[in-house]
C-alpha cells in the first residue's frame, strides 16, 4: 500500500478570517477574547467557557451589540438557567 500526505504553511497568522472572532461580552474582550478563571455572574463569560457557568447566573440575560466599520453589526443574546433537581447549568444563545 502506497500513501501520500500532503501538507503547507501559510505566512502571516494562523487564520484567514480571525477578524470574525467577535466576543459575547465586553468584558471577554477587555481581557483579550480568552477567559479562562474570571467567574461572576456573567452570563456572556459562561457562554464562551461552559466551565464558568454557575447557579448565580440563573436567569441573567447579557445582550451584546457590536458596530464595527464599513456598516457591519453583530448582536449576542444569551440567558443562564440553573436546574436545581440536576444540579445542572445552562447557557443558551
Do not use: E
Not at 477574547?33 to 440575560?61: C, E, R, W, Y
Not at 458596530?67 to 433537581?85: C, N
Request: hydrophobic content about 40%; charged content about 10%.
Amino acid at each position: 500500500m502506497l500513501t501520500f500526505h500532503a501538507s503547507s504553511q501559510t505566512l502571516g497568522g494562523n487564520s484567514v478570517f480571525s477578524f470574525m472572532k467577535l466576543s459575547h461580552t465586553p468584558r471577554l474582550t477587555a481581557m483579550g477574547g480568552a477567559n479562562i478563571s474570571s467567574t461572576s455572574k456573567d452570563v456572556g463569560l459562561g457562554f464562551n467557557n461552559p466551565a464558568l457557568l454557575n447557579a448565580s447566573m440563573h436567569t441573567q440575560l447579557n445582550a451584546s451589540f457590536n458596530f464595527l466599520y464599513a456598516g457591519i453589526h453583530g448582536y449576542h443574546l444569551s440567558i443562564g438557567y440553573h436546574h436545581a433537581k440536576l444540579k445542572t447549568d445552562f447557557a443558551w444563545g
